[in-house]
């Protein structure tokens, strides 16, 4: 019975070893084509939604020329971009933290730039530049179904957009 025992307990542990040393082959196998597995778990959806909001009341805020609750929305909208961007998210073999990398934190700064001067005119255009960006990013991962617009009406009826009195 101990010779039975010890056979079992050998076996499980060599199953053990082999799994983790499959897995890290297989992380090693995504790293080497330049998408990693950090991302396995992040839940892409959570942060998508929240820069949805962000967007919208970014807009209505830039609209408005407020420009202290634009750059504060913009801030949010960067915050949600640079999680997806430290998670590591590859979906399909697409690396959509390196796509929100380039084609979204990218547009920010010259948003903040524009917010920070109280500028409307390229504020707008920006903004249109960080709708398209959106669009072209989800084209690049296979989910050219989701399209972002700019907002005809906010989402948010319980606030105020205009500046303070």
């Not at 010890?6 to 790293?31: M, P």
């Not at 634009?70 to 640079?82: D, I, N, S, T, V």
């Not at 920010?108 to 005119?121: H, K, N, Q, R, T």
Request: a negative charge; hydrophobic letters at 40%.
């Amino acid at each position: 019975m101990v010779k039975f025992e010890r056979g079992v307990t050998w076996a499980v542990l060599i199953a053990v070893i082999c799994y983790f040393q499959w897995r890290v082959a297989e992380g090693e196998k995504h790293e080497l084509a330049g998408v990693t597995n950090r991302g396995d778990d992040f839940e892409l959806a959570q942060p998508m939604g929240q820069m949805q909001k962000y967007m919208d009341k970014l807009h209505f805020a830039g609209l408005e020329g407020n420009w202290q609750l634009a750059g504060f929305y913009l801030h949010e909208l960067e915050e949600q971009a640079e999680k997806i961007v430290g998670a590591g998210v590859a979906e399909n073999e697409v690396d959509v933290s390196k796509l929100t990398q380039q084609l979204l934190v990218s547009q920010i700064e010259p948003l903040e730039s524009f917010v920070e001067a109280g500028d409307s005119v390229q504020f707008k255009s920006g903004y249109l530049e960080l709708v398209d960006r959106c669009n072209s990013c989800h084209q690049a991962s296979n989910h050219g179904f989701i399209v972002i617009k700019v907002p005809q009406l906010s989402m948010f009826k319980n606030q105020e957009y205009g500046k303070p009195h």
